[in-house]
């Protein structure tokens, strides 16, 4: 089993809808959360770090649940500019070792 | 522009020679640490370094070896390229207080991508 799981995806979303997708961690001891965003042939950036009260950022949400060990990030109102591959990426330990999913490909179409 | 640049952008190598890669990191990071990212993958963690020495490496053979210099820059070297190696190599910098955990917010370069033939 992977450390971190996500769906590959692709999901295709008509533009102004609301889409979400989860992301499982193995490692219970796990202290930090991040949701990246990559474009195609791109590098990863950051979209939102993950607090266990939930965060909020414009249309963006993300969640943890610990006691599930996973998180989510929700986008409303979805726009074109939106595609993209939404990696989960987890902090193992108090270092600076982040353990990456692989992806869920979004797509937003017209 | 996050200000971390990485050269080369493209190469081609062929199974059994070595590369080196580099990176700058962005003004003021100390903390530089190297991706792999297979095609349709996450990165992987290769290694990381703080001030000059490495302080974290995930599950990659010795063949791979890196360097950090005074300035913060950074170089990756893999020797005897393997097929498998064909990947981006990406460079991420950041600022940490000891080499630890940060705020989590990685800049990245654009990154190198390699063909082993």
């Known amino acids: 089993r992977k450390e971190v799981e996500q769906d590959p995806g692709p999901f295709n979303v008509p533009e102004g809808a609301t889409v979400a997708f989860n992301c499982t961690y193995s490692?219970?001891?796990?202290?930090?959360f991040f949701w990246y965003r990559q474009d195609c042939r791109k590098e990863p950036k950051l979209l939102m770090s993950?607090?266990?009260?939930?965060n909020e950022d414009g249309r963006f949400t993300a969640q943890l649940n610990r006691a599930s060990q996973y998180i989510s990030l929700l986008i409303r109102d979805s726009k074109l500019s939106d595609s993209a591959t939404y990696l989960c990426v987890v902090n193992k330990r108090s270092n600076y070792q982040l353990i990456w999913g692989a992806g869920t490909k979004l797509i937003i179409k017209p | 522009e996050t200000g971390v640049t990485q050269s080369p952008t493209h190469l081609i190598k062929t199974r059994g020679q070595q590369v080196t890669l580099r990176c700058s990191s962005q003004?003021?990071?100390?903390?530089v640490s190297w991706y792999q990212q297979a095609l349709g993958q996450g990165p992987q963690f290769i290694f990381q370094y703080y001030r000059e020495e490495e302080n974290g490496r995930g599950n990659f053979p010795p063949r791979f070896s890196g360097l950090q210099f005074p300035n913060y820059s950074s170089e990756l070297n893999v020797n005897a390229l393997e097929l498998d190696d064909s990947a981006l190599y990406l460079c991420?910098?950041?600022?940490?207080?000891?080499?630890?955990?940060?705020?989590?917010?990685?800049?990245f370069g654009e990154g190198s991508r390699l063909t082993v033939l």
């Open positions: 993950v607090y266990s009260s939930g």
């Open positions: 991420a910098s950041t600022a940490t207080s000891s080499g630890g955990a940060g705020t989590g917010e990685l800049f």
């Open positions: 003004s003021g990071h100390n903390t």
């Open positions: 490692n219970s001891a796990s202290q930090s």
